[in-house]
């Protein structure tokens, strides 16, 4: 069984966690993509977060951390995060370099754990389903045994579940080419465990939220562009502000959980892109 990282919550009733996703950070802070200058706008979040003065028992970060491939854009989004003295975990997106991941966020100590003891009640599970030069996902065995196993022995726990492809269509015809692949036997494991609470994913730049058989389940947008809901071929949106999710973990087993937005949103992308 992977390593705990163990962290106590700060309010005995509930765990508060801040989800954050698809960065695509650049190592030159003139660099954008689609129109949008995403070093700056994952810094408007940022500081927006600050500034509300909220505390967090632990961060996810859920991938696409940076778009150029550079070690230093990964530096940046841990110099961020390191901002908030908090607890943070990561998993890979479709557009990371794993190996630079690991070497740049054990230097910021940005924890490399799969699983997350948050309080006396609940589990943080985060399964990798990158497939290295592919943009769709795929959980392999390993990661299905794993959540399996997880979810057997720790059958008391509540347990919440992060990836980075959505496993769920996201009704994007363009988008939905690059699902999880093998979603059904995802399914098959939440339909199996009620333990299951709740499942949280990025990479489809959306604000999205279900509920999934017994466990909620939701898309978080991007701190950059967002993609336009419900359109078959590519489309990005002028309307939706980058942002982020808040979560509560209540310990009767409920997920409360809200999306927040720049109010002042200054990165409008160029809508006349047809892809990237």
Known sequence: MESFLKLPILNKNYGKILHITDTHLFS??????????SNASFLSVINEIERSNKKFDLIVASGDFVQDGSK???????KQINKFNT????????????TYMQDVFANYQLADNKIVQLGSKWLIVLLNSQVV???Y???????LDFLHNVLTEYSSRNVLVFLHHHPINSGCHWLDQHILKNRDQLEKIIQKHFNIKGIGWGHIHQKQDYVWHHCKAFAT??????????????????????????????????????????TDNQFLPDVSQNGY
């Open 87 to 98: 607890p943070c975990v990561w998993l890979a997106g479709n557009h990371d370099n794993y």
């Open 137 to 143: 996902g795929f959980l392999p065995e390993s990661e």
């Open 72 to 78: 230093k854009a990964y530096a940046r989004f841990a």
């Open 221 to 262: 947008p991007s701190t950059c562009f967002q993609f336009k809901p419900e359109c078959y071929d590519f489309q990005l949106s002028s309307e939706d502000a980058p942002g982020w999710r808040e979560i509560t973990l209540n310990t009767d087993g409920s997920i409360e959980s809200d999306v927040y937005r720049l």
């Open 133 to 135: 030069g592919q943009a």
């Open 28 to 37: 030159d802070d003139n660099s954008s993509l689609l129109g949008v200058n």
